[in-house]
């Protein structure tokens, strides 16, 4: 079974651009979620997709937007960047809601560096 | 909003030894999981433990959530190279899957 895919693995961008990057789930999930991990903040939560509606959000500005199709497989979007969204961008799918304990796998991220 | 402090940040083990990290919440946790990543890479699930008291172990890894379900530890048996890493611990609410995570503890095993 094929683990959770991101594209593309590493990206450079010019501040003021915008970045889409794509997420594919494990087969059969879900929920799709997004983090950004920095060395200064660490591992922060994006925001949570489950059967195309976002379920949860974390405290990003509204260039920050995401959406997920009826396949589950999953886009996020980055508008104006700045150089502080240079960032690792991770992934996460898992099979249902967690309150039937369910387990969330990351894929291996995108590299993004604006400059 | 719940917050998770892991301890130590760092540490250097020689090959062989014990190690045990630490996540402690500020809040009740519904969910703890452990993962391992490598330098820009992406995280790799070790285990979940949900209900208090719980003890997981893969290969030699084990961890455990205590009875009060705010504290868990995570600990390696004779540790090895490839025990090396970043280990985090991720915590969120009974439903949804935002998971808020430690700054992590980064692992070196000496040879």
């Known amino acids: 079974k094929a683990g959770v895919t991101q594209t593309p693995r590493y990206l450079i961008k010019t501040r003021g651009q915008q970045v889409t990057l794509s997420c594919s789930p494990i087969s059969g999930h879900r929920s799709v979620s997004w983090y950004q991990q920095t060395p200064g903040q660490g591992l922060q939560f994006l925001f949570e997709?489950?059967?195309?509606?976002?379920?949860n959000k974390g405290n990003f500005p509204g260039r920050f937007s995401g959406r997920q199709f009826s396949n589950s497989r999953s886009e996020m979007n980055v508008s104006t960047l700045e150089l502080g969204d240079s960032a690792l961008y991770l992934c996460?799918?898992?099979?249902?809601?967690?309150?039937?304990?369910?387990?969330?796998?990351f894929g291996e991220g995108s590299w993004l560096t604006v400059v | 909003s719940q917050e998770l402090e892991q301890s130590p940040q760092s540490l250097i083990v020689q090959e062989g030894k014990n190690l045990t990290i630490n996540c402690t919440s500020s809040?009740?946790?519904?969910?703890l999981y452990w993962y391992k990543q490598k330098y820009g890479e992406g995280l790799i699930f070790l285990m979940m433990l949900q209900k208090g008291g719980e003890e997981k172990s893969h290969e030699k890894i084990t961890a455990k959530l205590d009875e009060k379900k705010q504290q868990s530890s995570l600990h390696i048996t004779a540790s090895q190279p490839s025990h090396a890493g970043i280990y985090l611990c991720?915590?969120?609410?009974?439903?949804?899957?935002?998971?808020?995570f430690g700054g992590g503890t980064r692992v070196l095993v000496k040879p």
């Open positions: 997709y489950f059967s195309e509606t976002q379920r």
């Open positions: 996460a799918s898992s099979p249902q809601d967690r309150s039937g304990g369910n387990t969330i796998y």
């Open positions: 991720g915590a969120g609410k009974a439903a949804g899957n935002k998971l808020t």
């Open positions: 809040k009740t946790l519904y969910g």
